[in-house]
T-cell receptor, first 112, second 114 residues
Framework: RKEVEQDPGPFNVPEGATVAFNCTYSNSASQSFFWYRQDCRKEPKLLMS???SGNEDGRFTAQLNRASQYISLLIRDSKLSDSATYLC?????????????FGTGTRLQVFP | DVKVTQSSRYLVKRTGEKVFLECVQDMDHENMFWYRQDPGLGLRLIYFSYDVKMKEKGDIPEGYSVSREKKERFSLILESASTNQTSMYLC?????????????FGPGTRLTVT
């Protein structure tokens, strides 16, 4: 079983739609969680951290469910510029050093 | 803004050649990482370093080595390049803080081994 699993998509949605991605992780000892965004042929960049209480940043809402070991990302009022691959990322502590484990990503395509 | 630079965007090498990929960061970060990214496999950690002259194997270190002689520079070495090392290579750096941290990535080097 992969440590971090995501639906690869693609999710094709019209502008203005609400779309949600889920991600599951296998290790209950995982310490912290993130969503990164990767545009085509570009490097990944941090979108937002995910807290147990849930957090919101404009049109983006991230939530964590530790009991079920999943993370979600909700995007409201989708824009064309939201088209990208969204990577679910889990922080593991291995070798006494923080280490990020990346999911393979969910591709979002927003159309006019 | 944090800046992570990589020596080449595109590189073509022949099988058996020794390949050096250089990464430099300008934010005095302790941690540096080398990943490769392949379709359907995501980012996989090759090696990381949490201090000068320190290195740790990641999940797929075979066929690679690294060097960190200065804090800002982390080099990935392919001792004898093979076609299965054709990939996108991404360098990242971070400053650790309790509870997790953000990694800053370079633009990547697309390596083709023929």
């Amino acid at each position: 079983r992969k440590e971090v699993e995501q639906d690869p998509g693609p999710f094709n949605v019209p502008e203005g739609a609400t779309v949600a991605f889920n991600c599951t992780y296998s290790n209950s000892a995982s310490q912290s969680f993130f969503w990164y965004r990767q545009d085509c042929r570009k490097e990944p960049k941090l979108l937002m951290s995910v807290y147990s209480s849930g957090n919101e940043d404009g049109r983006f809402t991230a939530q964590l469910n530790r009991a079920s070991q999943y993370i979600s990302l909700l995007i409201r009022d989708s824009k064309l510029s939201d088209s990208a691959t969204y990577l679910c990322v889990v922080n593991m502590n291995r070798y006494n050093t923080d280490k990020l484990i990346f999911g393979t990503g969910t591709r979002l395509q927003v159309f006019p | 803004d944090v800046k992570v630079t990589q020596s080449s965007r595109y590189l073509v090498k022949r099988t058996g050649e020794k390949v050096f990929l250089e990464c430099v960061q300008d934010m005095d970060h302790e941690n540096m990482f080398w990943y490769r990214q392949d379709p359907g496999l995501g980012l996989r950690l090759i090696y990381f370093s949490y201090d000068v002259k320190m290195k740790e194997k990641g999940d797929i270190p075979e066929g690679y080595s690294v060097s960190r002689e200065k804090k800002e520079r982390f080099s990935l070495i392919l001792e004898s390049a093979s076609t299965n090392q054709t990939s996108m290579y991404l360098c990242a750096s971070s400053h650790p803080r309790q509870g997790g941290y953000e990694q800053y990535f370079g633009p990547g080097t697309r390596l083709t081994v023929t």
